[in-house]
């Protein structure tokens, strides 16, 4: 099956400085597939290179070298946006116009009739929860909680194959954020691609099958969120009830921590190296006996700040005849 | 076609919830309190004057909405970055600059459209009042049909500046954009006499740099046939046609650098 989204060494450099420009490599040959049908998390903190690709992948910028191609065309084909849908980070609308009229005014754009952009619209508006009073007032008085709800019903206005959301839930209240996690995992059960990029953590993983993590322009990570995690077991965690403290001090030299939930009874962390079996045997050949063992995995965010802080900053120059080639 | 004339109506949209409409309402007050002072002041030159104040007041309202719209037209859409979700959409950007220009041409077209039917509301008005002795000694009838001439390429005139203002807002701030539009507006007024720079200096430089500009700004004094018009002394229909056709072809010019420019820009 055909990627839905392929992106191939995608760079992009601008020329910053007033008087002396000097190069800044804002996205650093970056590679990545979107396979169709999933939920794809596109994580950085800010600056990271998160809003570039997604422009980039929009056409609103060019890159300096390398390609992407969105349901195998290339993304300065006008005819794939039939097929996609975008909501940029911190929308903006023209505020003269209702909820209603902006998405009338881009229904006609995707050339629908009048009565399909009208019936689209009124569904959209339903579906985001801005009510048939609400969508009858210009988007100047709106706040921004509902201008990003308006934002998403632009972005499916087409019933698009793939849609980019860019920080789809800022902005929202944890009502509206919740909202838009369940929409986004509908239009996965519809079949649709959701390539979003966030730095809301508890989004990616409630929602991914797989992300990537930018930082400073470059790829830090990529899989499966399951994978990656997985993979990041940091040690185990036994809960052991009937322990004395001559044995606990026994055993001591061999945990990374012992915290004493109640008398006798201790959760104790081991690293990744220890076998549990071995200690565990010592420790039940005393009489104490073990409640709970897990493995201790390293949550999103422990993974993304540390492949955050080995990618540093250090990736922004590009070499000389990087950017020369790139020209 | 199709996306171009809903770009067109949304820029018309906004001229119209943005108030444009109220720079009528001055126009009207404007030429009916003028009509009355002048009435009272001046002894069968009132239409001349009537006419000539009319027809200037709709270059200047009319500049007025070119140059301070036509700014804002791209740069505004980026500056707000609404142009974001706009070219998500299935439009190319030519069809974006073309349909902006568009819409601020309609917009242009009904405000000249209004400021015509008031004038010559005033002038029928004039023309009503006045004794046959008086109306005889005009020279050209007071509702003159011959004032859509002199219209026709005010609003040639005026859709290049917009082309101008449009072209300069694909890549620089507002306040600069009107800057250059309105510094270009007032030299192409002069250009005929960037034409003949050769027989007041003699620098060799000098004259090449002025034959430059003379074949670079659009040469604004051949639309204003005010003077002819006003004073009932003919225009060639050959001449009409052709300084509407330079206008066209200086249009079609500025639109294509326009798109050439704005094709490869990025939004950052």
């Known amino acids: 099956m055909s990627a839905a989204i392929s992106i191939e060494n995608l760079t992009k450099d601008y020329q910053v400085g007033f008087w002396r420009k000097r190069p800044y490599r804002a996205l650093d040959r970056l590679s990545l597939d979107v396979q169709p049908g999933e939920i794809f998390g596109f994580l950085g903190p800010n600056g990271a290179g998160k809003t570039t690709t997604l422009k980039l992948l929009m056409q609103l910028i060019f890159p300096t070298s390398g390609r992407a191609e969105i349901l195998g065309r290339p993304v300065g084909d006008v005819a794939v946006r039939q097929r996609i849908g975008y909501l940029p980070e911190n929308p903006y609308f023209y505020d003269y116009l209702t909820a209603e009229e902006l998405l009338h005014y881009f229904g006609h754009l995707f050339g629908y009739s009048r009565a399909d952009v009208r019936a689209r619209a009124a569904r959209l508006l339903d579906r985001v929860g801005i009510g048939a009073e609400r969508r009858r007032q210009q988007l100047r008085k709106y706040s921004k909680g509902m201008i990003q709800r308006v934002g998403i019903a632009q972005a499916l206005l087409n019933d698009p194959e793939v849609i980019f959301l860019d920080e789809p839930t800022s902005g929202l209240d944890p009502l509206g954020r919740r909202e838009v996690r369940s929409l986004i995992l509908e239009l996965r059960d519809q079949g649709r691609t959701v390539f979003f990029s966030s730095h809301i953590l508890a989004d990616a993983e409630a929602l991914c099958s797989r992300v990537a993590v930018v930082a400073g322009g470059r790829l830090a990570a990529t899989g499966r969120l399951s994978d990656m995690l997985a993979f990041e077991i940091r040690g185990w965690e036994l809960v052991i009830a009937d322990l004395r403290p001559e044995v606990l001090a026994r055993v001591a030299a061999q945990l990374q921590k012992s915290t004493e939930i109640s008398p006798h009874r201790y959760a104790l962390e081991l690293p990744f190296e220890v076998p549990p079996e071995r200690i565990l045997a010592d420790l039940t050949a005393t009489g104490a006996k073990l409640v709970s063992l897990n493995p201790l995995r390293d949550t999103l965010e422990d993974f993304f700040v540390r492949r955050v802080a080995e990618v540093g900053e250090g990736a922004r120059a590009p070499r000389k005849a990087e950017a020369d080639a790139g020209d | ?268």
């Open chain 2, 1 to 268: 076609m199709r996306a171009i004339s809903w770009i067109a109506v949304n820029v018309f949209k906004e001229s119209v919830r943005d108030r444009v409409p109220y720079n009528l309402a001055l126009f009207a007050v404007l030429m009916i309190a003028s009509s009355f002072l002048i009435g009272q002041l001046t002894a069968g030159q009132d239409v001349k004057i009537i006419k000539d104040l009319g027809l200037a007041a709709i270059v200047v309202f009319g500049l007025f909405i070119a140059i301070f719209i036509g700014i804002g037209l791209v740069s505004k859409e980026v500056e707000r970055r609404s142009i974001y979700s706009l070219l998500s959409k299935p439009i190319g950007r030519p069809q974006f600059v073309v349909g902006k220009y568009a819409g601020l041409v309609l917009t242009l077209a009904v405000n000249v459209g209004v400021m015509t039917v008031a004038l010559y509301a005033v002038l029928g008005c004039l023309t009503y009042i006045q004794t046959p002795a008086a109306r005889a000694a005009w020279d050209a009838p007071g509702v003159d049909p011959r004032l859509l001439e002199a219209i026709a390429l005010i609003f040639v005139e005026l859709m290049i500046v917009t082309a101008v203002a449009l072209f300069f807002s694909t890549f620089s701030t507002p306040l600069l954009a009107a800057a250059l539009t309105f510094g270009l507006f007032i030299v192409g007024h002069f250009n005929t006499d960037l034409k003949n720079f050769d027989k007041i200096v003699d620098s060799r430089p000098a004259i090449w740099v002025a034959r430059a500009v003379y074949h670079t700004v659009p040469d604004f004094s051949a639309f204003d046939i005010k003077t002819e018009v006003v004073h009932g002394l003919p225009v060639a229909a050959g001449y009409l046609i052709a300084t509407a056709g330079y206008g066209f072809a200086y249009i079609s010019a500025l639109l294509v650098v326009s798109v050439l420019v704005f094709a490869r820009r990025d939004f950052k």
